[in-house]
């Protein structure tokens, strides 16, 4: 089965490969459709849906897949969190599932809050480039005890529930 992955980044490319391991992944580069930081889960979640739908759209594939970070603050908690969610549809039938969520250090959140993207924030504090397509935030908050690859393995994976069961 083919799979469109609606980005190039090599992390969401992988991320579905792993989530997804009967299927050839092929990235498509698609336009999200939301601010490149978006902002809030409602945001994140189009954002990954747009993907989905567009890079099925572009392709004769089986699958769209659609992948996107954001950040959120989360009721009864403080602060601001990085969030993950991913899309996958077949034309029909939607898929929608999460990652985990990482509470952002103030001093990030802050500048992401102030209207930055968090990608460039980490670059920026790390005097790196590329955290993005690397380990991501998920993997320098957590001691690369995950990292964004693994972090948007289970977001996928949750997505594509309707697809590899039946239990829908």
Do not use: C
Request: proline share 5%; aromatic share 2%.
């Amino acid at each position: 089965m083919r799979v469109a992955v609606g980005s190039e980044n090599p992390v969401k490319v992988a991320a579905t490969r792993r989530a997804l391991p009967d299927a050839v992944a092929e990235p498509v580069d698609v336009a999200s459709g939301v601010p490149e930081q978006p902002r809030g889960r409602d945001q994140t979640i189009s954002g990954a849906r747009n993907r989905a739908e567009a890079a099925l759209a572009a392709t004769d594939a089986a699958l769209g897949v659609g992948i996107e970070g954001g950040v959120a603050r989360v009721e009864g908690t403080d602060g601001l969190f990085l969030i993950m969610w991913a899309a996958v549809t077949d034309g029909e039938r939607w898929g929608v599932g999460g990652g985990p969520s990482l509470r952002l250090p103030d001093d990030v959140a802050a500048r992401v809050a102030d209207g930055a993207e968090l990608g460039p924030v980490m670059d920026d504090l790390l005097d790196t480039e590329g955290v993005a397509e690397r380990e991501g935030a998920a993997g320098v908050l957590t001691g690369e005890r995950i990292d964004r690859e693994s972090a948007l393995v289970h977001a996928v994976a949750s997505a594509a529930g309707p697809f590899v069961t039946e239990r829908y």
